[in-house]
């Protein structure tokens, strides 16, 4: 297959080039009109971008296939371009062993229609046999949810601050980081860790009557104080440390301060983030409710200035669907956290370049930089040759409107419901063919 007559996206920035597939792979890029008519896919006026990767989403599944499966998941990603989606450990059960992390892979690959890869748990518990399992299993990294309870009976991750349960394995905190750095580093993956300091969660702690009331039960210092402590741990250990859905300008702050210090240390923020603030509480009600939160305009602008400047390598979606009942039919004390991310993160990043005059800065943010941070950059990642064929064709005079018939999650309402983007997404390639069955494949670093 030849691509035609589209602007291609290289690392070298963009190029009018054909794109020559074989095997699934990029063959060879040349000027435009050499292609023959019989292999020819006419993009002329498309640009021709290499598939967004998002680092970060709960495919929910298994455990919870009322909110998300790996179908519906990866369907959704398909839809907004995303070819390769890497799924959290939170199931259930949690992927906290080797012998649980294939037992996921044999079940997303019998549903992904794009290619996966998964996180595995660091948790209180977790042993050195235990990393160094799901490591040789193919893990892309592991996921410390600072603050998150263990269940016992169920291998459940979970959120409560009721630990006198015996059932409860305390959450991991700085002293099991500190503990198990030598053989995370060992591995050479990353540890991503959800950045809210506990003691600050635990003394915060307040009803929830409004929005600004889970502002004060999440605030930005727990997110700032985290950061630092996290970072220090990757410079003493050698360790990196990758910063999951980056919330507050506290938070960059502290990031700020780690540069130049020695630290392995890699960012994401979210579209949510980069969008929207708390002066959108009014409107969106609990479709707003999100931990970290949704903060300030001042946080909204520190961060859009992060990932500008490079501070903040890219952006991943935290996507976390949930039922409607859950998340509209209740209180805002009583919403899930969370909603699903995955169908706009590239629409919001072309968004946000175009605003800044440079869209090859979404290639980095959602394409580049999550493979280098990943350990399957070139493989994924870039249009340059011997890379995987996973193209996404979009109009640039064309628009989209993210609205419920869209979508393509089980939970279709989104905080960038009616918004219009000024990209249409006009056909997904994975390793050279167009995007439909099931046939994702699991990636490994």
Partial sequence: MVISGGTVYTPAGPKPLDVYVTDGKIERLEAWGSASDDLRVDATGLLILPGAIDVHVHSRDPGWPEKETFGSLTQAAA??????????PNT?????SPEILRAKVERAQSQAVVDFALWGLLRTGSTQAAIEGLARAGAIGFKAYLGYAWRHSTRQV??????????LEVPPGYRTLARLAPVVASTKLPLATHCED????????????SYQDVLRARPAIAEGIAVAKVGALAEAHGMHIHIAHLSSAEGLAAIRRLAGSGSNVTVETCPQYLWLSDEDAPRLGTLLKMYPPVRTAADRAALREGLMRGQIGMVATDHAPHTDAEKLGTSLADAAPGNPGVQT??????????????????VRWVSENPAKTLGIFPRKGAIQIGSDAD???IDPNLRTVADLAWMRSKQRHTPFDGREFGFRIQSV?????????????????
Avoid: K
């Avoid at 099931?438 to 490994?444: A, E, I, L, M, P």
């Fill in 79 to 88: 839809a907004g371009g995303v070819t390769t989606v890497v799924d959290m």
């Fill in 92 to 96: 259930l059960p949690a992927v906290d």
């Fill in 158 to 167: 979970l959120y409560t601050m009721d630990l006198d349960d015996p059932d």
């Fill in 198 to 209: 506990p003691e600050i969660l635990i003394a915060s702690s307040q009803p929830i009557l």
């Fill in 345 to 362: 993160l590239l629409l919001t990043c072309l968004e946000l370049a175009r605003e800044a005059g440079d869209l090859r800065l979404a």
């Fill in 391 to 393: 193209l996404v064709l």
């Fill in 429 to 445: 390639y994975l390793r050279g063919e167009p995007v439909g069955p099931v046939r994702g494949q699991f990636v490994t670093p």
